[in-house]
């Protein structure tokens, strides 16, 4: 397979194989309807070739990588301090946790451990990320089902968060921030306070979505016992974070695996909800907003003093080894498996998304469902497209 | 039959009244486009809205409509073409003839049709036809789903709109308008020496009204047959330009009409108390149009605050809620009818 021709064909061959899976679907009875790969639900690029009899799903079956830019590849060809840079634009919407584990691996690797303060800021702008992230969820969910109200506000409210990381790190959405042994630069003058007052505010944002959706009883109507993933399923189809936890799985990367970073020096806890549907879904997330804003208000408390920089070589050679660091990130577990050989660069890259998990779930949970819901457990699920075509 | 007194009878009086319907229909289809769809929900959303085009964006809705007028006439590989062209002209017929029979003043009526409200229900239904044409017609998956939960989500909530009518024609003992409005303006509530606008007594009446009024239009928290989110945009899917122009148009002016409509019936229509002669006949175009917009206002506010229903979810509120409160109206309206 060395031959570049040889490869083409193979990829051509694949794409055929593909295109005629959906074919024989598409000639069997009943009305075959594609969702994506320009259809609002997708949010983005995701297409779902969904079976209906009637407006009961009979089959879906999700088709990704319209979107995929070979990420994966790409950190072979770059150094360590340029991979941050691509993997930024992983999940775009918590951009700064994507770059954390990387970072951590190769810290790891080197044997390197950022200092403390570093710790913290890094702490404060993942939750940030967080919260940056999932408030488009909060928002965009009621969208889905038709208020298209909340959304604006979310969206109107998000920008606390985002001017708060835009003016410590630069970027409003893909800050760059993390070195490898700390961070780019010092908070600014001022950034903690209002950091603090900023999260007010999202505790705010909390509660009026709170009144505005999820007491709304068409809200709940259309989306209790709708999309059930009992327990046993969830574990076995992998999924994480949030989906995870609604259904009952009480696993949190940030409290029960220890990594260089400032979760466990401060109160908080793991919500853990048992329906397993999508209220369930959203509620919690709802709840894991708030807990962030918490989580936030204590480190900034409790910020040390001292350097945000480790001694590092100018530049960076990580030394050969293989290491795995995954975090919990706003959409689950995110981990990265890299491969050194001592160059400037990673020999190879895995990288473990959240998103990809949760939607190889989608052909087991669509079936018999009616196409109103297929939206609600699209939108409750939760995924982002470059998440997981990446 | 009393009729517009400057237009007087004839057929060339019967032209001049289709030219004013032609203007008065987009013109306040426009006003509602601007008002509710612009800017009431911008405002809601907490931010502007259009305020290019004119003072405050005014005329974005005239910059909206000529560039749809610019667009290429599309239509889908293997659509029914004349079905296709068709559809969107059922629509804004059904629309028109919803306008013939508003009155807007004491002697300001296109027909005085003596069975007018029987009629508003009738021609009203039309646009189910012109639905299900549009989504078959378009050889699209998405628009047969959607014109089909419009034809059972339209057809099932015609049946609450005529049921709280009926009280109103209960009270009143007229199927006329004008009889309507005539009846609440020197009517009393039920021997009471209060003047009695139908929204007093007829309550339930009312509020199953909008409801299904919301329904008919297919508005928010009935917007299944459109649901951009599910089946991007329903039975309009394949539409654009002129042909999507004339379906939005007639969205609007629809609102506007069963606004009217639910005015005229439950708000006592064009009359103000104590206010008789030349002066109402001034005045009363002005007054119906102030109602209306209150209505209006009502349907959009719902609209821009709820989330959807689903379609099970929709026709079980119109069979077993709508339907059984409608009936126990009738029954109490006919007892106290009766009895008083």
Redesign the interface.
Known sequence: MSNPSNWNQASYISAQAADARINIEIESEGTVLNLGPQHPATHGTLRIVVKLEGEKVVSADPVCGYMHRGYEKLTEVRTYAQVTTLINRIDWLGSFANEVPFILAAEKLMEVEAPPRAQWIRTILFEMARIANLSVFLGEMGVQLGAITPVFYAFRDREFVLNLIESATGGRFHPNFDRIGGLKEDLPKGWLQSTQQAMVKMRHFCDELEQMLLENEIFQARCKGVGVIPADVALNYGLSGANLRASGVDWDIRRDQDCALAWKHCDWKVHVLDEGDSFARYKLRLQEVRESTHIIDQLCQSIPSGSIMAKVPKIIRVPPGEAFVNTENPLGEMGYYVISKGGLGPFRTKIRTPSFNNISILPWLLKGVYLPDVITILASLYFILGDIDR | MISIAVLGEGYLFLIGKAILLLIVIPAFSMLIGYSFLLKM?SH????LGPMEAGPHGIFQLLADGLKFLQKEDLMPNGSDRFIFKAAPIVMLVSTFLLYVVIPIGPHMVLENLHTGIFYVLGVSSISVIAILMAGWASSN??S??GALRAGGQLIAYEIPLVLSVVGVIIESGTLSLQGIVKAQANGNLFGLPIRNQYLISQFIGFFIFLISAQAELAQ??F??PL??????AGYMTEYSGFRFLLFYLSETATAFALSAIASTLFLGGWAVPFIHGTLAQVIGPFVLLAKTMLIAFLIFWFR??????????LQAFAWKFLIPLGLVNILITAIFKVAL
Not at chain 2, 304 to 313: G, I, K, V, W, Y
């Open positions: 929900m809601m959303q907490d931010r998956q998405y047969l789903l928010t928290p917007d299944m649901a951009e989110t599910e089946i991007v821009f605050s709820l989330p959807r229903f689903r379609e099970d979810q």
